[in-house]
């Protein structure tokens, strides 16, 4: 199995950034599409952003294009979210996801999540 471990989340002031980091044990991740989704009070969980086992291409919602980055160092078992020029509406719980195959944006085809962090963004 792959267990996903979330870091790197906190309270930031509007405009600020914040780098997630996802970081995978029991098995590599290398081989899976990766995936970051959010989760505010009330609403259903979010599509942020994914990732080809390749790195290459990257897919991001609307809401966050432009503005946020999802890498990934395989041989580190790793990836991140650079989160730029952050807003109030940002403000979420942050879960990684791993599958085999290719990328999703739907939550429900991920095969593996991370307990999630949270991310806090203040006016």
């Known amino acids: 199995q792959v267990r996903l471990v979330e870091s790197g989340g906190g309270l930031v002031q509007a405009g600020g950034s914040l780098r997630l980091s996802c970081t995978g044990s029991g098995r590599t991740f290398s081989g899976y599409a990766m995936g970051w989704f959010r989760q505010a009070p009330g609403k259903e969980r979010e599509f942020v952003a994914a990732i080809t086992w390749i790195g290459s291409p990257t897919y991001y919602s609307d809401a966050v294009k432009g503005r946020f980055t999802m890498s990934r160092d395989n041989a580190k078992n790793t990836v991140y979210l650079q989160m730029n020029v952050l807003k109030p509406q940002d403000t979420a719980v942050y879960y990684c996801?791993?599958?085999?195959?290719?990328?999703?944006?739907?939550?429900?085809?991920?095969?593996?999540w991370g307990q999630g962090t949270q991310v806090t963004v203040s006016s």
């Open positions: 996801a791993a599958k085999g195959g290719g990328w999703s944006d739907q939550a429900a085809v991920y095969e593996f």
